[in-house]
């Protein structure tokens, strides 16, 4: 059995008077790669809000391996090793596609000297290898969301949340989103991603977390999450073929 290598405790969130994350539970595995799906305004955000720190937690707990995180700001749980892939990414326009990757493998790590192999196993691993001396001007919408990879993986994280890394890819760039993916657990990171394309999420995922209202509604694998009447009432709407 692997080793968990994050887990929540009765984690919840309230805005004033609004409930958007309510005694939440998860432990995610070492190694795995996690979905987490839900309506919109389902909570999801919110809750990769609450692990990177940029929300602080009304109640419960987020450990990080053996840690609790919650005195920890954001770039301490980014130097301890949890990475966060936006949607929508913004990098130096100006600068290359290596050079935004070299930013990202020179974060908070002043100690490290060897940026130039960390930066070339990043775009190995989002595979833009190609594209490496192009602007980052300009790149298509699937490009800028593996440079978005690429960042984060430079950082040298044991944990990757990404956030809709499919949204608005067409099949073959999802196709190479999923296998980009694949790659970085390979590399040895475990990832947890927020998903609506269905065909991508139970392609990929070992487990899928399913939120409604903020509260937890469903954990299996992606089989038995998209065959869960709950998950369908809530979600779905109809029954999906999963992706294996
Ligand atoms: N900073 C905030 N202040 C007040 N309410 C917030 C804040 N952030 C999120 N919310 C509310 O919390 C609830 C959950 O929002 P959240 O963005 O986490 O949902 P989501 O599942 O990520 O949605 P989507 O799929 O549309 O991105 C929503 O009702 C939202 O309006």
């Given at each position: 059995?692997s080793k968990t290598i994050l887990s929540g405790r009765a984690v ?9 994350i309510?005694?939440v539970e998860f432990d995610i595995p070492e190694g795995a790669i996690y979905g987490l ?7 999801k955000?919110?809750l990769f809000n609450l692990i990177t720190g940029?929300?602080?937690l009304?109640?419960g707990e987020i450990r990080f391996f053996d840690r609790d995180l919650a005195?920890l700001?954001?770039?301490?749980r980014n130097?301890a090793g949890i990475a966060r ?72 994280p044991k944990l990757l949340l990404a ?22 657990r390979?590399?040895g990171t475990t990832v947890w991603l927020v ?10 995922c070992d487990r899928?977390i ?6 937890k509604?469903?954990e ?25």
């Amino acid at each position: 059995m692997s080793k968990t290598i994050l887990s929540g405790r009765a984690v919840t969130k309230k805005f004033r008077g609004l409930t958007a994350i309510e005694d939440v539970e998860f432990d995610i595995p070492e190694g795995a790669i996690y979905g987490l799906i839900g309506p919109n305004g389902a909570g999801k955000s919110t809750l990769f809000n609450l692990i990177t720190g940029y929300y602080a937690l009304t109640s419960g707990e987020i450990r990080f391996f053996d840690r609790d995180l919650a005195s920890l700001p954001t770039y301490r749980r980014n130097q301890a090793g949890i990475a966060r892939a936006f949607q929508i990414s913004k990098p130096f326009p100006a600068l290359t596609v290596r050079e935004n990757v070299r930013v990202g493998a020179m974060f908070g790590k002043p100690e490290r000297t060897n940026f130039d192999i960390v930066t070339d196993e990043a775009l190995s691993i989002a595979g833009i290898t190609e594209l490496a001396d192009r602007t980052a001007e300009g790149l298509t919408v699937g490009a800028l969301r593996k440079l978005e990879i690429a960042r984060a993986v430079a950082t040298r994280p044991k944990l990757l949340l990404a956030d809709e890394p499919c949204a608005g890819l067409n099949p073959t760039e999802t196709e190479e989103m999923v296998q980009c993916l694949r790659n970085v657990r390979e590399r040895g990171t475990t990832v947890w991603l927020v998903e609506h394309d269905m065909r991508a999420v139970t392609s990929i995922c070992d487990r899928i977390i399913v939120i409604d209202a903020g509260r937890k509604i469903a954990e299996g694998t992606p089989r038995e999450v998209v065959n869960n009447p709950k998950v369908i009432a809530a979600y779905l709407g109809t029954p999906v073929e999963d992706g294996n």
